[in-house]
């Protein structure tokens, strides 16, 4: 009897150790104590999800830094070059991503939730999982556009009554790559060129497309699908159009450095992005997660819509649909 | 008398290497990478000329390049006529309100510069700009008078924004300003304006040609309204092609180098200029032994309509654009000012901006920044001043030269270089406040040297002299006869640099971290993040405690002397 109730006690004492107390992994990344995190996420994003981390692994003490994907990746080139490894995770746009796979700056590792992703949300060469989305779509002013005359797909945009209505970011490459990917590169260039051949109004940065939208500049804009659900809950007259075929979604991959100094600590951080609790926080700060089981609150499910995500490509690959992007729209003017 | 050469042999050859140090490095970087055909630090890199025949060969750039050209001019002319125009109500004339001018005049400089151009985009576009909007009910008509999308319009948006740079340095050549010669061209029969234009303004060439010369290279280099405003216009500009070869992938740092060789060669030619025009230095010299004490021109009743005029000045550059901050900040979204939209006025944004993670750490680490850069640059740029204007060194024209091309480094590429040698020789300052400070002294030295020098060659050789016949050394007559009376220029570079510091990007994105994070990042972070109200609402608090700062520098200065 005595005997068993010792049994019992440290049945109990065992059971009652927080659970991660036996993960080797957290194991070897109290030892490590720290990480370092490049990412093109805004500060009060990512700064949350380091917070939401160190509150659940307090031992370890996390940084993070953030630049647009492109500084990100200059950053990366030159501190590697001069022989250091100062990140140990990264996060970044697709086409940057890819350019870090290819130049063996990232190693590999699957989490244990990516099982759970779709196919094109994770890597199948194991170098990367998503950790969120851009749905880019077709978005217009309710005032000056209604929505039964809204245009339905993208090639509706080529009627004669669109011809300098529409608002384009000049460096929409994510976006040309899906319909290259989707229709076939002759179909998607004669789509482009007629589309060009249509007066777009080129305006720098999503975030001055979205505002000068709703603004009234101008009635339709290639946006994005999160803000314009944010700016409708706000109760700014725009919306956006579900039926465009293809959606394109670009991913925003995360890795671990080829030499990560705190690699464990690296891996349990990545564990913790993707897995529905750390997506679960991606949600709360309005984007979309990658997570493909996290319901969105919008009015339209994502399963309804005919998604084409643009995965990590070559930098080769890269370098060609910018190459053919600028070659169709000349968007600086020349 | 070793004692008295000691400091001088120190000092100078100090500044000397200094400057060349901060400069020929990242110009070294620039130069070896727009000669190589790979990045640098790249193993199968070879030598090649390609990246320029790539950049020079192809016959848009040079239409691209004449866009500059009128685009930079305008704007230099422009700016420099409202600049000059309230740097003279306040120094020389009795004007009334001249403090109040005097610190207005400063804030188009604090507004970040895509919160300004945007607030002309939402003033002056042709369907949603509020202006044309007015004129549209007032009139009845159905087009609006203005077009912000246009060369013009790309050039008001950027001289507005720039005139501030023309305000403080002329305000600081009106200062040093000798009225005996004034009074003699009256007393010769001059009217006021004949004086101005006679005597006034020769004897500010320095100044005027400092003044003008940043402002074209400036414009020249600036991309932020050719980005938002030429784009749209299909107005492209030279910068455009930079932009371009940083936007591929991955960024092509050859092709972009040997494209910023045009802008660095124009600045040396923009410096040769000066020196031929200001060469006679001794013709310029205001501040003699004599006394030199600027007075005030009696306007009598015009000085209501100098004052009317600079208010209106404020009243269409200044209130409209923060107005129209003001408004976007406590708006749910974007709309023209309506009735309804009042009703949902929040102040979200501001509390939204007040509790932005490490808000705190970087307002801290900029004013350092701020006060560590300004001073640095103004102290070093004074030295070098007196060896290019007072000295009679072989190379001295070189040396300004050297201090004033930094201006002409794409901010990214003075970046990566100072990672570069950074973590390559000294890894222990990487990603903390000294490399920005580094940065920041080498990116706005140029600013320095060019306020320093213009104020340097007023002040008279003989007083220098004097001091030196009565026993004091270089070092004491420096410090005590030449930086006191350069004052002027000093304190405007000071302002200057210390203001521009605030939001300098470009380079500071590539070299900080997390505990040495700057205001003009987390700046950024938030226009990224899309949610331009918060954007808007850090550009309000900006605003708010430069003028706040601003008018109490004032009080503190006309109590100790220094606004004198």
Request: negative net charge; aromatic residues 16%.
């Given at each position: 009897m005595r005997l068993f109730s010792v049994l019992l006690g440290l049945a109990v004492v065992v059971v009652s150790l927080p659970a991660s107390a036996q993960d080797p992994l957290v194991e070897s990344a109290r030892k490590e104590g720290r990480f370092m995190w490049y990412t093109s996420m805004n500060i009060p994003d990512s700064q949350p999800l380091l917070d939401a981390f160190t509150k659940k692994y307090p031992f370890i003490k996390a940084q993070v830094w953030r630049g647009s994907s492109e500084k990100v990746l200059n950053k990366i080139q030159t501190e590697t070059r001069a022989g250091k490894f100062l990140f140990d995770v990264v996060a970044v746009n697709a086409f940057e991503a890819g350019f870090i796979k290819a130049n063996h700056l990232a190693q590999r590792y699957t989490p244990p939730s990516a099982k759970e992703y779709l196919k094109g949300f994770v890597d199948p060469d194991a170098y990367w999982v998503d950790i969120y989305d851009n749905y880019y779509v077709l978005g217009y002013n309710t005032k000056l556009v209604r929505k039964a005359e809204a245009p339905q797909s993208w090639e509706d945009l080529l009627d004669a009554k669109w011809k300098g209505k529409f608002a384009m970011d000049p460096e929409d490459h994510a976006w040309y790559l899906a319909l290259q990917e989707a229709w076939g590169k002759d179909k998607a260039e004669r789509y482009g060129r007629a589309l060009a051949g249509q007066g777009i109004q080129w305006r720098k940065g999503h975030t001055l497309i979205a505002q000068l939208l709703t603004a009234g500049e101008f009635p339709l804009g290639l946006v994005y699908a999160h803000r314009m659900e944010e700016l409708k809950q706000k109760g700014a007259p725009v919306d956006w159009v579900t039926t465009t075929d293809p959606i394109p979604v670009e991913v925003h991959p995360i890795l671990i450095a080829a030499k990560a100094e705190n690699v464990n600590t690296a891996k349990l951080f990545v564990e913790f992005i993707t897995s529905r609790e750390g997506q679960a926080l991606i949600k709360e700060f309005g984007r979309i997660p990658a997570h493909p089981e996290l319901p969105l609150g919008w009015s339209v499910n994502p399963k309804q819509l005919k998604l084409h995500g643009v995965g990590v490509i070559s930098p080769e690959r890269a370098s060609q649909v910018i190459r053919d992007w600028r070659h169709v729209f000349s968007p600086m003017g020349f | 008398m070793n004692r008295h050469l000691d400091a001088r042999v120190l000092i100078l050859p100090g500044a000397v290497l200094l400057v060349a140090y901060l400069t020929i490095v990242p110009l070294g970087m620039l130069v070896y990478g727009s000669l190589r055909s790979g990045a640098v630090g790249d193993p199968g890199a070879t030598y090649t000329l390609a990246n320029y025949a790539r950049a020079y060969l192809d016959p848009t750039l040079y239409r691209l390049f004449l866009n500059s050209i009128v685009y930079a001019a305008g704007t230099c002319l422009l700016a420099f006529v409202i600049g000059a125009y309230l740097a003279w109500v306040t120094e020389r004339t009795n004007t009334p309100l001249r403090g109040l001018i005097a610190v207005i005049a400063l804030v188009p400089f604090i507004v970040p510069g895509i919160l300004n151009t945007i607030s002309w985009l939402l003033l002056l576009s042709p369907r949603i700009g509020l202006i044309n909007l007015v004129v549209k009910n007032a009139?009845?008509?159905?087009?609006?008078?203005?077009?912000?999308?246009?060369l013009a319009g790309m050039i008001w948006v950027e001289a507005t924004h720039l005139y501030p740079l023309v305000f403080l340095l002329m305000s600081a050549a009106f200062r040093s300003m000798d009225m005996s010669l004034e009074e003699a061209s009256i007393m010769a029969g001059s009217r006021t304006f004949t004086t101005l234009r006679r005597v006034t303004l020769p004897l500010m060439r320095p100044a005027i040609i400092s003044t003008m010369l940043i402002m074209f290279v400036r414009a020249i280099e600036a991309f932020e309204v050719p980005a938002l405003i030429g784009i749209p216009a299909g107005i492209p500009v030279f910068t455009s092609r930079i932009f371009l070869a940083i936007h591929q992938f991955p960024s092509d740092f050859g092709l972009a180098g040997s494209y910023a060789i045009t802008l660095l060669l124009l600045s040396t030619v923009g410096v040769l200029i000066y020196h031929r025009l200001t060469g006679h230095a001794k013709r310029f010299a205001t501040i003699t032994g004599k006394g030199y004490r600027p007075r005030l021109v009696d306007l009598g009743r015009w000085r209501y309509a100098t004052c009317g005029g600079a208010l209106l000045i404020f009243a269409v550059t200044v209130a409209l654009p923060v107005l129209v901050l003001c408004w976007v900040s406590v708006t749910p979204y974007y709309g023209v000012p309506s009735w309804e939209l009042l009703q949902r006025a929040t102040l979200e944004a501001y509390r939204y901006v007040l509790n932005y993670p490490t808000a705190l750490v970087a307002f801290k680490n900029s004013l350092y920044l701020a006060a560590g850069s300004a001073t640095a640059v103004m102290l070093l740029t004074s030295v070098v001043a007196w060896i290019t204007v007072k000295s009679k060194f072989p190379g001295r024209a070189l040396l300004d030269n050297l201090a004033f091309i930094p201006i002409a480094f794409p901010g990214i590429v003075l970046g990566v270089s100072l990672i570069w040698v950074s973590l390559t020789l000294v890894p222990v300052i990487y990603g903390t406040f000294w490399l920005l400070l580094i940065a920041y002294i080498t990116r706005f030295m140029p600013y320095g040297i060019r306020a320093a020098s213009a104020s340097m060659v007023q002040i008279h050789d003989d007083l220098e002299e004097a001091a030196l016949a009565c026993g004091s050394s270089w070092r004491q007559a420096f410090q005590r006869i030449i930086l006191p009376l350069l004052m002027p220029g000093f304190v405007a570079g000071w302002i200057y640099v210390s203001t521009v510091s605030l939001r300098e990007l470009s380079t500071s994105i590539l070299l900080y971290s997390p505990d040495s994070i700057v205001l003009a990042i987390l700046a950024f972070d938030m226009w990224e993040g899309g949610q331009y109200n918060y954007v808007a609402a850090l550009g309000v608090i900006m605003v708010s405690v430069l003028v706040l700062m601003a008018t109490v520098a004032r009080r503190l200065g006309a109590r100790i002397g220094l606004a004198q």
């Open positions: - | 009139l009845g008509v159905t087009a609006g008078p203005f077009d912000v999308y246009t």
